[in-house]
């Protein structure tokens, strides 16, 4: 339980560089000119991106709070936060599913119409 710090901390950093390069890649795209269909693609593609980064930063903050929570003195409380890691990890894999869904659909779409 020693490093679970260090990992949170780990996780925290990453999560602020990804909302950082989804953020400097938003930018770039935005000022492209782009067909309706793609900015579509685009726009939703930085939402669900920026939501993994942002529920990666939940999770580390959880992961340091489970560390600084006495399981013994505080079962439930330990426990709850238990859950809401496992939840928000469930969440994670389902936003990631459901962009590489939109993703699949997009470029299928774009390699049909070449």
Not at 17 to 25: C, D
Not at 60 to 84: D, G, Q, W
Not at 103 to 112: I, Q
Request: charged share 20%; aromatic share 12%; glycine share 6%.
């Amino acid at each position: 339980m020693r490093f679970l710090p260090f990992i949170s901390m780990g996780l925290l950093v990453l999560a602020i560089a990804m909302i950082g390069k989804h953020l400097r890649n938003w930018r770039v795209w935005r000022a492209r000119p782009m067909d309706p269909a793609e900015r579509d693609y685009r726009t939703g593609q930085f939402r669900r991106r920026t939501h993994m980064a942002a529920l990666l930063a939940l999770i580390a903050v959880f992961l340091f709070i489970s560390y600084c929570i006495n399981p013994k003195e505080h079962p439930r409380l330990f426990a709850t936060n238990a859950m809401l890691v496992l939840l928000i990890t469930i969440w994670m894999m389902g936003v990631a599913v459901f962009d590489a869904i939109e993703t699949g659909r997009y470029f299928g779409r774009v390699s049909r119409r070449r």
